[in-house]
């Protein structure tokens, strides 16, 4: 299945007000139910068990409303992991609808992260690395690198026909039409298993993995040198 780049209603909040906010509840919906959330919580135990670290701050990019790295923070409180939540997003008006007032929020540019290096020991992105085209997530990688002191996540939708005819299959599920015309085009713009792990080598990173997770979607960690 060839990758196609087409816009998503979303990105430009091309709606009403009311079909904007029912697409990003449609999204927290994706994201508690169907792997977003359980994804990062996954690769952050894995981090946790390799480290011997069982506190970490977190920078979450393209955080839309926050509800992932808040919501994995709450998760992974009950398996005695801390997380603590910086949100970051491009638009104000993703923010505001979101769980900001449980993390510090911040309005940026995912490709210029307005931060010190080391500020914070995980930057993740979810459910964003497929809107950059393969030169801009490797450059998002390399400065979230910066910004990291342990590791960059990765957490994303896997490309796949079976993943888009989930998709279409789950229309009845969803409130707003700008999630009906945003999801297949999500799945058709996202990269494969293999295409992330060949982009991530592509950056200064000390070492990648890269695996499979539920309901389609891929889990990345580039780990930062020492």
Known sequence: MRRTVTPELLDSDSGTPAEVTASLADLNFINRWFGGIATLCAMIEKIADKTAQKS??????????????????????RKNIELRPVILDRAMTHLTKGLHDRAPAFVADALHLPFAA???????CSTFAHHLEPRQLVEFVDRALEVARIAVLVNDLRRNAVHLALVYLGFPLFRSRITRHDGPVSVRRSYTTEEMLEMLRRTRAARVQAENYYLDR?????????
């Open 56 to 77: 970490f701050t977190l920078l979450d990019v393209g955080a839309g409303t926050g509800t992932v790295a808040v919501q994995a923070a709450q998760r992974l409180a």
């Open 118 to 124: 080391g500020s914070f020991d995980l930057v993740a």
């Open 218 to 226: 891929v889990g990345a960690i580039a780990w930062k040198k020492k």
